[in-house]
């Protein structure tokens, strides 16, 4: 019985261990092969505010001015919303983002003159 109990207090200690040095588990991109793929995630909120619907305008847009040999701006399209929902699974961006708006903020109370937008 007390080597049960010896055994039992061991795997909770290492448990306990190993929980300290578990670092935040960052999201497994989505897979955003195909039109679907894109689609779904948009449905699903990844990507900004409006990038469903623009998605949809652009794409039929862009198969409307292209023709059936050459899909560049349809092509273009998908990679440029593929980009928009990678950017929205990044943890970094949004911190890259109001970092920016901070030294914008800085460098604007630091002109003299200048007048808020």
Known sequence: MQDILRRTGEIKEREIVSAEHVET???APLPLRT???IRAALRS???FPGDQETFEADLQ???EASSEADLKAVAAVIVDHRGRVRLHQDP???IAVQEGLD???RLKQEV???RAV
Do not use: E, Q, V
């Open 25 to 27: 588990p960052i999201p």
């Open 35 to 37: 039109i679907g793929d």
């Open 45 to 47: 909120g990844h990507g």
């Open 61 to 63: 847009r862009a198969l």
């Open 92 to 94: 970094d961006f949004d």
């Open 103 to 105: 030294l914008a903020a």
């Open 112 to 114: 003299p003159g200048s």
